[in-house]
Each structure stands twice: as C-alpha cells, then as structure tokens.
C-alpha cells in the first residue's frame, strides 16, 4: 500500500455535506468508524492494538512496553477540517511500519504507533485531551464533566461508547514506557513550499490559549424594542471582535481570533440575551499570550460595558511555549537530509508529551498552507516522501536487523 491508499480507505469517513470537509469528533459516528479502521488496519501489518484508560488507540510492534519509540498522531477534526490534519500522522505511522516490515526489518525496542483521542478539542472544548489526560495535566473529574454543544457530558458519553470511566486520568506507567515521541503532520502553513522543500522539522510550538467570553444583555422583541436603549450582546460582540484583530495587530507576529459563536435564543425576530464566543490567543511567549489577553479583555469591557452589556471571561486552556527536545531534532533533521527546522502557530500532542519524554515533529509541505478548512492539502510525493523518511528515522532509533 501506500500514504495514499490508506488515506484513501478514509475518505468517505466523516464527510461534511454542510461545511465541506471533515468533521470527526471524539466518540462521535465517524471518529468511532476512525477507530475501528485504525484497529482493522494495524491489526492487518500484525501490531498489537489497545486502548487506553483515556481513550487514546496504541499499536505495538514488540512484546515489551518498555523503551519505545512512539509515532502517531490523531484522528479527529475540527468542524468542516481538511483530509490531511492528523491523519496523515497516523497513516504514515502505519505505512512506516509496512515499509520497515517489508524490508524484513527487526527493531531492538518497540515501536507504538499512536492515535491521541480529542487532539482538536473540537467537541468537549479541550484540545489535546487524550495526552492531557495520560500526562495528568488535567484532573479526570473535571475531563467528565465538560460538556458538548448538545449539552452530553464527556462522562455520558465515555458510558455510551462502553468505555470504563474509572480509568481516565494520569497514566504514569504508560507514559514511563515511551522513551520517545515522533509526530509527522501536515504543515500548517507556506513555510515549505516558500522554500520549495517538502519536509521539514519543528523547533517549537507557539505559547497559545482559549477563554470563553459571555456577554449578557437584555433579551427583547425585535420588533417593539426602540433601536435607542437597547442591551444587545450581538452588537457588543461585534465591536468586541474588532477589539480582538485590533489588538493583535499591534504586537508582532501575534493571533487572535474569534471562531466561534453561541447565540441565545438565536431567533430571528428576537433580540438576543447572550452570546458566548470563544477566544483564541497565540504568541512567541507565555508571557505575550497574558499580556495580549489582559490587553484584549480591556478593551472588550470598555466597548460591551457601551452597549450596556456584562462580560464575563473563563479560561478553557493554556498551552506554554514549546521547545522541541534539540539533540532529538537535529538527528531526525540529519536523517532526512538536513531539512531545516521551523516553529509553528498550531497545537500538537508532540507539545503536550514534549515536558515528560524527548519529542520531535516532522511536517510534510502544504502547497495552499490552508489548514482547519477543505482546501487543505498535500501532495502525494510528498507524503509519499514523509512516511520514507518516517521509516528511516524509526530505523536509526530503535537499532536492530533486516533479516
């Protein structure tokens, strides 16, 4: 087989008639049809599949769970994402394990080939989940209770997939198992293709973070309300928008953005009473990501407090700077030629992982740099190209013979 085939097998799974694109969310029909292709699929290159207490699928090329070096990445999606954005991770795990399998190859430590649960955060609101949860850097009662936009609990529906809700949370054991953690996925930009390359690896992950921003006014018809007095958390949102670009404008290299909107009531001839939208914020720092977000929350009360409206603000998460492990990079750098290394906006599990065992990132050239969206692409050769050079890093990591 190839990238292709096995990305192939995917492509009728999860499409979006409405958006366009994927949407694959944790425990939802598609990602669970996701899940059930990747235990199929590893099954048939003879990798032992479990898993875990949180969720996340694991593929074992070995006897022992010590010492591995493990690859992956996940496979769910934002609303209406791309083909490429996790899987590509994981079907170039699975092809590089053929490709080493077909070569009669015998690694001196095992390999694990991985799927993080809830990578996109796109249905509980918490990104990186699965690896959050295994490295406890959240508290499993708070995982269970977050809730979906349909108001299921993460709990109800852990119960509804026939998952054991007492394992969820830290996973030292497993975690002391991993002596190494590799991610290939798609770039999420122009870098390569600006530098006509179609691989490359990461040198960190920008510091980032989403809050929750309420704005409540006053309900009221549409009809009979004078335009004069009006409490609308619409229009509040709207210039609290603005508020978001404005600031980000000022500070170098920095983001903000607002993607996504709740509306109460949501009708038509109906004044609303709240909105919620939720805030993303990135920078080259931890430190710039507070100040932006200190900067931005200014601003917003000034304009929603003009409209007679209240704001309130709740952190869902934060994610530091992320330096990838240097010695760890600059050998998968060499094994590939000498590809350069590039820092990136986007969150990853590599991130997550990256404070307990050494990670790195290798990102295959996306000619659009659309990612998030439909238009999101890679091109065959290139993929073709990761998933060899995955191989040969897999190779000079885990030592051993071809037979």
Request: glycine share 12%; proline share 5%; aromatic share 4%.
């Amino acid at each position: 087989m190839s990238v292709r085939d096995r990305l192939a097998e995917i492509s009728a799974i999860g499409r979006d008639n409405v958006r366009g694109g994927y949407s694959r969310h944790l425990l939802e029909p598609a990602e669970v049809a996701l899940r059930s292709w990747f235990g199929s699929s590893a099954e048939a290159l003879g990798l032992s599949v479990e898993v875990d207490g949180n969720g996340n699928l694991w593929a074992w090329w070995g006897e022992s769970r010590q010492g591995a070096v493990a690859t992956g990445s996940h496979l769910d999606s934002v609303p209406g994402g791309g083909a490429f954005d996790g899987p590509l991770g994981v079907v170039s795990a699975l092809e590089a394990v053929a490709i080493l399998k077909a070569e009669g190859w015998r690694p001196t430590r095992p390999i694990a080939v991985c799927a993080f649960a809830e990578e996109e955060g796109s249905r509980f609101g918490m990104p990186c989940l699965g690896s959050r949860l295994m490295v406890g850097e959240i508290a499993p009662e708070h995982a269970l209770a977050r809730v979906d936009r349909t108001g299921v609990t993460l709990e109800e529906a852990w119960r509804q997939a026939g998952l054991e809700v007492s394992t969820i949370g830290p996973d030292p054991d497993r975690l002391a198992g991993i002596d190494m953690f590799l991610e290939l996925h798609v770039e999420q930009g122009l870098d390569l293709e600006d530098r006509d390359l179609p691989l490359a690896v990461g040198s960190a992950i920008m510091a980032h973070g989403r809050w929750r921003l309420s704005i409540v006014g006053e309900g009221n018809h549409a009809g009979t309300t004078p335009m004069q007095g009006r409490r609308d958390p619409v229009v509040a949102l709207s210039s609290a928008a603005l508020a978001v670009r404005e600031i980000a404008l000022e500070r170098p290299a920095a983001r903000g953005t607002i993607g996504r909107i709740s509306v109460t009531p949501n009708g038509t001839n109906v004044i609303a009473s709240r909105v919620d939208a939720w805030l993303d914020i990135r920078a080259h720092s931890d430190s710039e990501v507070r100040a932006q977000l200190d900067a931005t929350v200014a601003l917003i009360e000034k304009r929603v407090g003009a409209e007679g409206c209240a704001l309130q603000v709740h952190e869902e998460s934060f994610s530091p700077l992320v330096l990838f492990d240097e010695p760890l990079t600059a050998r998968i750098a060499g094994l590939l030629g000498g590809v350069p290394a590039i820092p990136t906006g986007a969150g990853h599990d590599a991130g997550v992982l990256s404070a307990y065992v050494p990670a790195a990132m290798i990102f295959v050239r996306n000619p659009t740099g659309v990612s998030h969206a439909p238009e999101e692409t890679a091109r065959e050769e290139d993929c073709e190209a990761g998933a060899q050079g995955l191989a040969a890093v897999l190779r000079d990591l885990t030592g051993g013979a071809s037979r």
